[in-house]
Every structure is written in structure tokens, then in C-alpha cells.
């Protein structure tokens, strides 16, 4: 049972009494001389959306292919409900998938293609009936049932794609890139569809992506891969927030990275270390939970919006320095100035754009003060 | 495991049993040499001798027949004759194909689809029928010579059937799809900025088409050469049917070595002789065509 | 724009004139009073009546249909199975001898495996008949078949046989249920194209057929010899009249559908806009 806390904050994987639904334990996948998956140990929970993110060639979908079962891994095991599940085809696994392509089947209706999984179970016609209606319902589909899958547009396609994976109710769905082929618009649209649906019907989801928006919309935790390892399985907030590695940081969103040497000072304040970056200039006062050597390589990573942007020198700010605006790239609601500072580095800010266009206050060429707080970027080893 | 053993293993057997085994009966007995009983060749394979009739067996296996070969002249002039039949016709195949592919490349892309069936439709009526078509036209009391009498031009009738103008004529018209096909994908394919790009750069058309369109085009063109060629030597409907009696090919010397003379060992040995002969284009049209898909990616 | 010049016009013109002049002639004369064949003597279907209630042909007729039905069928089973092997098997104990044995039937002359064929039905003491040229033409087409199947199979998208498999197909359905029903048309094709070629073979059924069994290309091939023949004339015609419906009414079912979904697919696209 989850601890009881005020706010009934779902988070399973902070509970130890909490028995995990798929355990990957020290899985390692080679394909030839290639190591697809190197060692991986992780552990999926009960009504968890969960996303596995990386570029291509990660070994996500090596890893989401292991748990449908068309790929057995070349050591350690996958325990699906503390079952191992190696020697489980696929047809016989309680886990469904919905393919990137969606593989509906050209020849069978939306009916049908729904239908197609629940008649291997050789369940009786009333009942695959009510559920394949149902299914429907969930995915607004009702109107589309007997037209074949080249009848519909590609939306309706994703969601025939979702019901047909769903009817079975397995204990694990398993997304691959279910959103690529869709355009812009109408990823964002589907994306609150598909935490909609996880919702009601309670089913874990375990989605592949390489896009790194969708998975810190969607899910409610992201393992972040790289070269068949994991480099951070956390929830979204806490991977852009404090990233693990200089690689997550530079792989989620937007952010600065300045480099330099660290020297610890606890007497100005817990966890406090500075760092040396650049001749000439004072050092960055920073806060960080890792232990750092005097004189050790480390990385400053903060996000742009965390850079305040200001004429003049702030008053009261642990960090500040001057620069001359290089660039400004306007997006309409915020706008991101590069500022280049005298040692050469560029850092990028950015200021919401309350207020219209020509009522701006900075422009090329202009001298700015950047700065920031103590707490509001992270310190990595690299 | 057992079921992609069990889907490999029939088609397999049956390949083994109805493929490989006849050809190696025919090596076999193209090894034997002719004798007067039944079957007509010697040695037989004695299994109940057990191990003394297979090695008198193998020790009755000797080339004579294939050096038999080499002492008739028959038999050498009948495959270059082969040869080069299948060469000249191939020659004027392309000469023939050629335009036509070209000319549907640049039709109307409405019509293209409809071409193309024009094309593929006499490959699916038979072979035999198409053959038979000629020699109507050709005899001396024929179709053609009817015209040329009736125009004028000619006051005897031109013998024409019975001859290897006619068997050019037959090989040709039968096999023009193969020719035409592969070339007129090639050609569809083609950008035809590339020709605008070369007028641009100060060539005529004609130029463009000597120096893009037919370069371009040129695995079409040796696919489709290859694919007349090849079967084209061995060839015996119409050296039978549309040839005379100075025709020489070697489908036809077989044919009649086998059914006529009843001589196997000699008759397989032809084959024999006939396939190794093949394996040269055969392999050189797979090298031109694994070239093309590795140019296509 | 791709300009279309007299000189293409002209190569058409004059190649399907080529192409299809002598069929033309061969369908008119056949409707030729005259027993002499190139001599017309005006209209009449007499010979088509004389050719059906020629004994010999309409027997021969007989063997030949139940020879192409029979072998085509087999090679249909057969060359899809190999399709199947050579795109989807991977690596096996003689896979290159495997696909050797699959393409070399395609390019090897036909006396030679009719020669092949008679040898081994000899050897092993089977009577030549009907059963040997059904084997002997299923071993050739099947080989034809299987070209046809596994160009269709490269291109067929395997995540939907995994689909199958994920929502609880044992591998057998997944084919039974997925994919012969989309790769069907090819496998039709298939059989389609075996017929024909069983249809169309003269020389290995010459070589494999006993003196019990005549096919239709023997019985044609050993009168042609004799010389051109108004029944034969009218035996063609009706052959070329069949093909060229069915070929026509296949190439016109498969344009229409092929529109028809093209049309409904963009009528999706604007129902979603």
C-alpha cells in the first residue's frame, strides 16, 4: 500500500512494500557484436505511464520489444508480476502493443481490427460484442466501425490502434512512437486522449519516444536512455529540474552549460560550491547535493528561463554577469535573448513576453546584466 | 522451430527430388556411353552387386561422349550457330524494343498504364500460337508475299520461311516483351529535367539523347539483352517450326539426338555442354542486376 | 513536360501493329470458308464446329486443363511456401543451394528439364502419363510462383504479422489470418501465371508425357507440322479470345479498386480537415 499523504501524490516506486509489475533485472541484449542493451536493472509499477526516452538507436525500442516478446534477452531476466517471462511467446503474453506504423490489418474493419484479438480468446460473440462497443466509446470511434482502416483519416487510425491494443485489457500496454505520424497539433490534442484514457482504464502504459515533450507530458516517470543504458529514470519534474548528467540536461529542453573547477564552501551555507569558469571573473555560487572535490571538473547547467535579463546590475543576486546581446530569437510568447559575455561563452535567457512587441526593452548590440540565484541551476560531474 | 523446419523441408525435398536429382541423372548418363539395350546407355547401376557393382559402375563412367562431341562438327557449329542466332536476335530485338519502350515512356502518364498491358498481353497467349501466327505469313503462298505480289514489288514469292531470317522473326516477336519491359522502367523512371538540364548546357536533343537518356537507360538495356539472349540459345519451338533444314540450334540437335536417334548418353551430354555454356550470361545478368539494386539503395 | 514527337507516335504505331498484326490475321482467317487457309473465301465459323467435334482435340483439351489446374494449385502451395522460406527463413543449412534451386528453373532451357525430368521418371519406373507432366510442370512454376510471392512479401510490413502475434495469433494463424488474405493477390497471380505456363508448355510435356496423355500444345505442335490449319486457326483464336478477357477484366478490376481507395482515402483526409 501507498504511504498515505495528504495530497495522495501517486508515486509507487517511493514505497518499498510496493511489489513492482515488470522488473527488468541486469538485461543485456546483443545483436551480433552489438550490445543493443547493456545491463539493465529497472523496475515498472501498477498504473504507472511510463516512457522510455532517448534518440534513435537508444535501444528503447529493443527494450519494449523484449517486454512483448518478440525479442529474449541475451542475459538476466524480465519479470512480468514476478513471473519470469522468457519462455513466453507472444501470443500467449498478457501484454499488448501498439505498433509505430499502427499495423491495422488493411483487410479487416475498425470493427473487426478491435474484435481481432478478443476472438483469439475464443471469448463468446455477445461479450466480444459489448466489448469491442465499449471500446469504441473510449476512443469516440462508434461512427467509424465499419469502414476499413484506408477510410479513415491518420488520427482515427491512432485511436482504432489504441482501442484494438486496449480490448484485451492486458496487465501492460506497450506504446511505440504512438504519436510520430501524427502532425503537430494533433499530437498535443492526443497526448491529454491518452493520459485520458490510461486514466479510466487503469492500465499500466509503457511508451517508446524520442520526443522529450511528449514524454514529460504524458508520463509519470521517463527513463532516459543512451547506448543501451539507462542515464536517469525519474519523474519529469525532477529530470529538468536536477538532471543527472551534463547528457540529460543537453538532451531535455534548453540549457546553458558552463565549465570549470569546483571548490567547496560549507561555511557560507549547506552544500554550497563554487566554481571557477573563467579567468577574470568571480566565481559561480552554487548549491548542490553531490560531493564535490576542491578542484574537480564539473558543469554549471541552467535552464534559460531561470537567467533573469536586466539593464543594470541587480542588487541582490548571487550570481551576475555583463554581456552584449548577439542574438533574439522571438517565439511569440517568450522571446530568448544569446548573450555573449567578454570570456567568449554565449549564454542564453529568457523573459516571457507580457508585454507587446514594441514596448520592448532590449535590443542588438545592447549591454545587459544576466543573473541568477544560488539554487537555480545544478552542478554536474559530466 | 518444428514448423519452420517442416515449411522449409517440403519445398526443399521436392526441389532436391524434381531438380537437382533429374540434372544429376543427366550427368550421369551424359558419363555412360551409348549401347544397344534398354535403357540405351552403359554402365546400369547394379545396386544388388553391392559394392562391387558401384565401382564397376564408376569405372564404367568415362568423357567418351563429350569427346564424342568435339570429333562431329555437328555439334560445335550447332551451338555457335546457337549463339550467334541468339545474338543477331537479340541485337534486333533491342532495335525494335528500344523505340517502342522510349515512345511509351514520353506517352500521356493516362496512357502509360494502358500500354503496358498492350505490351504484357501477347506474353500471356501462347507461345505456340505466336509462333504459329508466322508461318502463315512467311510461306511462299503466305500473307507477305501475297502483298509484295499484289504491290508489284517482287514477281516470285520470296522464300522466307524455312530459313533463319524466319526463326530472327519468330525469336524476336516472342520475346520483344522481355526486351521492352525492363527498359521502359528504366526510362520512366529518368527525370526528365536531366534532358532539360542538358539542352540547357548547349545540347541538341538529339545529343540528349545519346549522351543522357540512352546512357541512363543502359541496365534496362542489358537486362533486357540478357533476358532475350538466355533462353533465346535454347530455343526449340521456333528453330523447329519457323527454321529449315539448314537452321542449326542446339535445342533442336537434342531434341532430335533424343527422340529421333535415341541416343541419351549423347543427348545428355548436349545438355550438359548447353548449360555450362548459359552459366556465363547467367551470372553476368545477376552481377548487372545486383549492381542496379545497389544503386537504387 | 515529356514531349511526345512524331518519332515516338510513329514507334508505337508501328511496334503494336507488330505485336499484334499477326494474332489479328490469325482470328480473321480463322473465320475463313477455304480450306486453304490463306486464301479467303469469305465468312464462316465452320471450322470452329469442326474442331468441336474433333475427338482428339477436345480430349486433348481435357488432359491439358487437368494437368494446369492440378500443377498450378500444387505450385501455388509450394511457391508461396518458398516465398515465404526465402524471404522470412533467415539463415538455414543450405539456404544459397535453396534459392539456387528456386531461380535456376527460370533461366534453365526447357529441353533440358524435360530431358531431366524424363531421365529421372525413367530411372525411378514411373509410367509417363498425366501424374509425371503435373510434376514436372509444378516443379517449374512453382519456381515462378515463388518469384511472384516474395516480391509481394519484401514489401509486406512485418509489424502487422507481430500485431497478430501480440493480440494472440499462434505464427499459423497470424498467416492464415493476416497475411495470405493481403498477400493474396499476389498468390493469386501466382496461380494465375503457373496456369498459363502449364497451359503454354509444349516441350517439357512432350518430354514427360507418355503416349497416354496428349496436352493441347502437343496435338497443336504436331498438326502445325504438318502445315497451317484453318481448326487450328479457330483453336488459337478462341485461346487468345480467352486470355485477353481475363487479362483485361483482371488489369480493369484491380484499376477500379485501385481508384476507389485512392478516393476514399482522400475523402478521409478531408473529412478529418
Known amino acids: ?382 | 522451430m518444428l514448423r519452420r523446419a517442416a515449411l522449409i523441408a517440403v519445398p526443399y525435398a521436392w526441389l532436391l527430388a524434381l531438380f537437382l536429382i533429374p540434372f544429376l541423372i543427366v550427368l550421369k548418363i551424359a558419363l555412360s556411353d551409348y549401347a544397344l539395350s534398354i535403357p540405351p546407355y552403359a554402365p546400369t547401376l547394379d545396386l544388388s552387386e553391392g559394392w562391387e557393382g558401384l565401382r564397376t559402375f564408376f569405372a564404367g563412367l568415362d568423357f567418351e561422349t563429350f569427346r564424342f562431341l568435339t570429333t562431329d562438327d555437328l555439334y560445335w557449329k550447332a551451338y555457335l550457330s546457337s549463339v550467334w542466332i541468339a545474338a543477331v536476335s537479340t541485337a534486333l530485338a533491342l532495335a525494335v524494343g528500344y523505340p517502342i519502350a522510349y515512345g511509351m515512356a514520353r506517352a500521356a502518364p493516362e496512357w502509360r498504364p494502358t500500354l503496358l498491358m498492350l505490351v504484357i498481353l501477347p506474353f500471356w497467349t501462347s507461345f505456340l500460337i505466336r509462333v504459329y501466327a508466322w508461318i502463315g505469313i512467311l510461306s511462299s503462298e503466305g500473307y507477305l508475299n501475297q502483298i509484295l505480289i499484289g504491290l508489284g514489288l517482287i514477281d516470285a514469292p520470296l522464300a522466307i520461311l524455312n530459313t533463319n531470317v524466319a526463326v530472327h522473326i519468330g525469336i524476336v516477336y516472342t520475346y520483344l516483351p522481355f526486351m521492352i519491359l525492363p527498359i521502359y522502367a528504366t526510362l520512366e523512371k529518368m527525370d526528365e529535367s536531366l534532358l532539360e538540364a542538358a539542352e540547357d548546357l548547349g545540347c541538341s536533343r538529339v545529343s540528349a539523347f545519346w549522351r543522357v537518356t540512352v546512357p541512363l537507360s543502359k541496365s534496362g538495356i542489358i537486362a533486357g539483352c540478357f533476358l532475350v539472349f538466355i533462353p533465346a540459345i535454347g530455343e526449340f519451338v521456333i528453330p523447329s517450326l519457323l527454321g529449315g533444314s539448314e537452321t542449326l540450334m542446339i535445342g533442336k540437335v537434342l531434341w532430335e539426338e533424343f527422340f529421333n536417334n535415341r541416343d541419351w548418353p549423347v543427348a545428355s551430354a548436349v545438355a550438359t555442354v548447353l548449360l555450362l555454356i548459359l552459366v556465363i550470361p547467367i551470372v553476368l545478368f545477376q552481377r548487372n542486376e545486383q549492381k542496379q539494386r545497389e544503386a537504387e539503395g | 513536360m515529356r514531349r511526345f514527337s512524331w518519332f515516338n507516335a510513329t514507334s508505337l504505331t508501328l511496334g503494336f501493329a507488330f505485336l499484334y498484326l499477326p494474332m489479328v490475321i490469325l482470328i480473321v482467317y480463322s473465320f475463313n470458308a477455304s480450306e486453304l487457309v490463306t486464301v479467303w473465301a469469305g465468312f464462316s465459323t465452320r471450322w470452329y464446329g469442326e474442331l468441336l467435334r474433333d475427338e482428339a482435340f477436345l480430349d486433348a483439351a481435357w488432359v491439358t486443363l487437368q494437368v494446369a489446374v492440378a500443377s498450378s494449385t500444387i505450385a501455388t502451395v509450394l511457391g508461396t511456401m518458398a516465398a515465404h522460406v526465402m524471404v522470412r527463413a533467415g539463415r538455414f543449412w543450405g539456404r544459397t543451394l535453396f534459392s539456387g534451386m528456386i531461380y535456376a528453373p527460370l533461366v534453365m532451357p526447357e529441353v533440358i528439364t524435360g530431358l531431366s525430368l524424363l531421365l529421372l521418371f525413367i530411372n525411378i519406373g514411373l509410367d509417363r502419363g498425366i501424374l509425371t507432366i503435373i510434376l514436372a510442370h509444378t516443379t517449374f512454376s512453382m519456381c515462378y510462383v515463388s518469384v511472384v510471392v516474395s516480391a509481394r512479401l519484401v514489401s509486406f510490413d512485418r509489424a502487422l504479422e507481430e500485431a497478430a502475434l501480440d493480440l494472440g495469433c499462434s505464427p499459423f494463424e497470424a498467416f492464415r489470418l493476416v497475411t495470405l488474405p493481403i498477400i493474396l493477390p499476389a498468390v493469386i497471380s501466382g496461380w494465375l501465371l503457373a496456369f498459363t505456363l502449364s497451359l503454354d508448355d509444349l516441350v517439357i510435356a512432350s518430354f514427360t508425357a507418355g503416349p497416354s496423355a496428349t496436352t493441347l500444345p502437343i496435338k497443336i505442335f504436331s498438326s502445325i507440322r504438318l502445315g497451317v490449319s484453318p481448326e487450328i486457326n479457330a483453336l488459337s483464336t478462341i485461346l487468345i479470345a480467352v486470355v485477353a478477357v481475363g487479362v483485361i477484366t483482371a488489369s480493369l478490376v484491380s484499376k477500379r479498386s485501385a481508384i476507389r481507395q485512392a478516393e476514399e482515402e482522400r475523402a478521409a483526409v478531408r473529412a478529418e480537415g
Open chain 1, 1 to 382: 500500500m501507498a504511504q498515505p499523504s495528504p495530497q495522495q501524490v501517486f508515486a509507487p516506486w517511493e514505497d518499498p512494500s510496493e511489489t513492482p509489475l515488470i522488473e527488468f533485472r541486469g538485461v543485456t541484449k546483443r545483436f551480433g557484436d552489438f550490445t543493443a542493451i547493456d545491463d539493465i536493472s529497472l523496475s515498472i509499477f501498477r498504473r504507472e505511464f511510463f516512457a522510455l526516452l532517448g534518440p534513435s538507436g537508444c535501444g528503447k525500442t529493443t527494450l519494449m520489444r523484449m517486454l512483448a516478446g518478440f525479442e529474449t534477452p541475451s542475459e538476466g531476466d524480465i519479470l512480468l508480476d514476478r513471473q519470469d517471462i522468457a519462455p513466453v511467446p507472444p501470443n500467449k503474453r498478457a501484454v499488448n502493443m501498439m505498433f509505430q506504423s499502427y499495423a491495422l490489418f488493411p483487410h479487416l474493419s475498425v470493427w473487426e481490427n478491435i474484435a481481432f484479438g478478443l476472438k483469439r480468446d475464443r471469448l463468446p460473440k455477445d461479450e466480444i460484442a459489448a466489448r469491442v462497443t465499449e471500446m469504441l466509446r473510449l476512443t469516440r470511434l462508434e461512427k467509424f466501425a465499419r469502414r476499413k482502416p484506408h477510410q479513415i483519416s491518420g488520427g482515427q487510425r491512432q485511436r482504432v490502434a489504441l482501442a484494438r491494443s486496449l480490448a484485451k485489457a492486458p496487465k501492460l500496454l506497450l506504446l511505440d512512437e504512438p504519436l510520430g505520424a501524427l502532425d503537430k497539433k494533433l499530437r498535443q490534442d492526443t497526448q491529454f486522449e491518452l493520459m485520458d484514457i490510461q486514466e479510466k482504464t487503469g492500465t499500466t502504459f509503457v511508451i517508446v519516444t524520442h520526443d522529450q515533450e511528449e514524454a514529460m507530458t504524458v508520463a509519470s516517470r521517463v527513463a532516459v536512455m543512451d547506448e543501451g543504458r539507462l542515464v536517469q529514470v525519474a519523474t519529469p519534474d525532477v529530470i529538468y529540474e536536477t538532471p543527472a548528467s551534463v547528457y540529460v540536461a543537453d538532451f531535455i529542453g534548453d540549457v546553458n552549460l558552463l565549465e570549470g573547477r569546483a571548490t567547496p564552501v560549507p561555511e557560507a551555507g549547506e552544500g554550497r560550491v563554487d566554481l571557477a569558469w573563467a579567468e577574470g571573473q568571480p566565481p559561480i555560487r552554487a548549491t548542490t547535493d553531490r560531493a564535490f572535490d576542491k578542484g574537480q571538473q564539473a558543469w554549471f547547467a541552467i535552464r534559460p528561463e531561470k537567467v533573469t535579463i536586466t539593464p543594470g546590475r541587480p542588487d541582490e543576486a548571487a550570481n551576475a554577469v555583463k554581456g552584449r546581446i548577439l542574438d533574439i530569437a522571438y517565439l511569440g510568447n517568450i522571446s530568448t535573448y544569446h548573450v555573449e559575455l567578454p570570456t567568449g561563452h554565449v549564454v542564453k535567457a529568457q523573459t516571457a513576453n507580457t508585454r507587446r512587441i514594441a514596448r520592448r526593452a532590449f535590443t542588438w548590440e545592447d549591454e545587459v546584466w544576466l543573473s541568477w540565484t544560488a539554487t537555480a541551476g545544478v552542478l554536474l560531474e559530466g
